[in-house]
């Protein structure tokens, strides 16, 4: 049954930024059946999570007494019928995440609405064990369930599951449309976080601000030391610290909504939730200190796809334009041939990051094959 409603869009702020979204997703709210499971693709930042919460509080709307209550109880993440699942694994989505979450409440009828919305993000971390779990609710749910796979990187969906979903595309964002957005930052700054972004809006406000601008800086003093040969000055030793640092904070965060969530449990839970808990904590640390290590190591690669724009006479094609002086200085002392190896080890490196590598040998390699690069490029 379709969800009568004659400017579907409405409830679905943003979707005019994305045509293939919006051709897939209006028609659901109005005109025919929604779909048992959806797969939301396309870059991180562009409103991938916003609209699945919208999309999620109008299939939850219909036939609710008060649609408004609906929504506002979606939007803080506590009404009954919509379950959220984030991966909890270092670096992939566990079988746990899934199995009572989604597999096993997706049996159960909805408490108080027509439908159960299931939104399951970062999907391309399922491995096989997982993705063969979820496989029979995929494929044979319940008439009330859907759910909604979020993904930002749609090649590494395992097939099995992007086959029995419908996709919808997000598109990136323009970089001059995030810069309008980055009303804090001096304009020049805006535009060289928009660009650095690559289409992402949430990162593009992260790096305008405090911590964003020392994983920047961190990231470019890398790159800069390790080519000119400085690995004795340990420049890696900044830019793990500040990964190191966002990692921490995430613990932290992970801590408090545990104190919450024992607040409502029996006593005789409490052992077990803080293991748990634990663990968790370990585990998020973990995975926000690789997510912001690769950040940086992806910034460090922008710098140097900078540097070969300048060597190519083509600089209004840079991405950090506020860096324009320190881009030139360095152009002059680099080889097209040297910078393009420079990438492909960044880029190794970057593969190697969730293989659970001691990320301090990491980076201290890596400044070791770029000093070499200058020594080769100058023999």
Request: hydrophobic letters at 45%; charged letters at 30%; glycine letters at 6%.
């Given at each position: ?10 409830l ?142 749609r ?5 099995t ?6 996709p ?28 650095l ?13 405090e ?5 920047r ?11 000119a040969g400085a690995?004795?000055?340990r ?27 024992l ?25 926000e ?24 006479g ?8 506020d ?14 041939l ?42």
């Amino acid at each position: 049954m379709a969800i009568v409603n004659a400017d579907a869009t409405a409830l679905l702020s943003g979707i005019d930024m994305h045509p293939h979204a919006r051709a897939v997703l209006a028609p659901a709210l109005s005109s025919r059946p929604p779909s048992h499971a959806y797969l939301f693709h396309g870059p991180s930042g562009t409103g991938k999570r916003a609209i699945a919460r919208e999309f999620a509080a109008a299939l939850l709307m219909d036939g609710a007494r008060d649609p408004g209550g609906v929504a506002e109880r979606v939007a803080r993440g506590s009404h009954p019928d919509l379950s959220w699942v984030t991966p909890s694994g270092a670096a992939e989505m566990l079988v746990s995440d899934i199995e009572e979450p989604v597999v096993a409440a997706a049996t159960r009828t909805p408490f108080e609405s027509l439908r159960r919305v299931f939104v399951i993000e970062a999907v391309e971390t399922m491995n096989d064990q997982t993705a063969n779990r979820m496989l029979k609710t995929l494929e044979e749910p319940p008439d009330f369930v859907h759910l909604l796979l979020l993904t930002d990187r749609r090649e590494d969906v395992l097939e099995t599951i992007a086959s029995r979903c419908q996709p919808v595309r997000f598109d990136a964002i323009p970089a001059a449309r995030i810069a309008e957005r980055l009303l804090d930052a001096e304009p020049e700054r805006a535009e060289a976080c928009a660009r650095l972004a690559l289409g992402d809006a949430r990162r593009a406000a992260w790096l305008a601000g405090e911590q964003g601008g020392a994983l920047r800086a961190s990231a470019e003093c890398f790159v800069r030391a390790a080519l000119a040969g400085a690995s004795d000055e340990r420049p890696w030793t900044r830019l793990l610290e500040v990964a190191k640092s966002a990692g921490v904070s995430a613990g932290e965060r992970a801590q408090q909504e545990m104190a919450r969530e024992l607040e409502l449990l029996p006593a005789k839970e409490h052992k077990r939730h803080e293991r748990e808990g634990l663990e968790a904590r370990r585990r998020r640390e973990r995975r926000e200190r690789t997510r912001t290590l690769d950040l940086g190591l992806g910034l460090a690669e922008l710098w140097l796809r900078d540097l070969l724009c300048v060597r190519e006479g083509v600089p209004e094609l840079i991405h950090a334009i506020d860096r324009r002086t320190s881009l030139l200085q360095d152009g002059t002392d680099a080889t097209d041939l040297r910078l393009c190896a420079a990438i492909e080890l960044v880029q190794d490196t970057r593969l190697r990051l969730p293989l659970h590598v001691s990320e301090e040998l990491a980076l201290e390699g890596l400044a070791y094959r770029l000093g070499e690069l200058r020594r080769f490029a100058v023999s």
